[in-house]
């Protein structure tokens, strides 16, 4: 997890809440209750990890967007010919998490200032990206990159890409809730274990209770 200070760009977040409420409003009537997020930011185990515990978030799903290949494999996506990104989709109550406040967690939870690679995993597969589902998404993406670029919140400049969401594909369901099924992995205890421990300090009045968690198995 990147060392940084995101609370020097609140404002960012709430100049962008507005544009992100009014696209909730818009889509309750005509989508149901929930809206869906793309991101990418290396591994999709750490990222699915840590969306996934988030208040008001239904599912994370680890998979890949943004390249040429249709159905691509964990394998091929790992080559780096396909020109996909792994990333986390999300699908959230707007009402109870905003997609502002998604984006402060997806900016703290990994270094947004390397060019296709976090930590040890180097490739574009690792990129840095959004990829915004709408008008609003990608105003609100670019604002607040904006401000934590002119904040000089990480030091050094942001090469988050924000692009227009085309296709997900989902990953191979071994993939799926990967650190909560391997807790013991030696990636698991050595990679996801610590970010996630900061993760839940930094964000804990936004994590979900054992009711909450409870409440999803049952509706699962």
């Avoid at 989709?89 to 707007?94: F, G, N, R």
């Amino acid at each position: 997890m990147a060392s940084m200070n995101i609370a020097n760009a609140d404002s960012a977040a709430e100049g962008s809440s507005s544009a992100s409420d009014d696209a909730s409003k818009k889509d309750d009537g005509a989508k149901g209750k929930y809206q869906q997020a793309t991101f990418g930011s290396g591994c999709f185990w750490c990222s699915e990890a840590a969306f996934s515990q988030l208040k008001g978030v239904k599912s994370a799903v680890s998979g890949f967007s943004g390249g040429r290949v249709k159905n691509p494999t964990y394998k091929q996506v790992c080559k780096g010919h396909t020109g996909h990104a792994e990333v986390v989709q999300v699908t959230y109550d707007p009402k109870v998490i905003t997609y502002p406040e998604l984006l402060e967690v997806f900016w703290e939870i990994h270094d947004p200032t390397t060019l296709n690679r976090q930590g040890a995993d180097v490739g574009t597969q690792y990129r840095s990206v959004i990829f915004y589902h709408n008008e609003e998404q990608q105003k609100a993406a670019e604002h607040y990159k904006k401000k934590l670029n002119d904040s000089k919140a990480f030091g050094k400049p942001i090469v988050t890409q924000i692009v227009k969401f085309d296709k997900f594909y989902p990953a191979e369901d071994y993939h799926q809730e990967y650190f909560a099924q391997n807790p013991q992995a030696p990636y698991c205890q050595m990679v996801i274990r610590p970010k996630i421990e900061e993760f839940r300090q930094v964000f804990a009045n936004k994590i979900k209770g054992p009711n909450e968690r409870q409440a999803e198995s049952v509706q699962q």
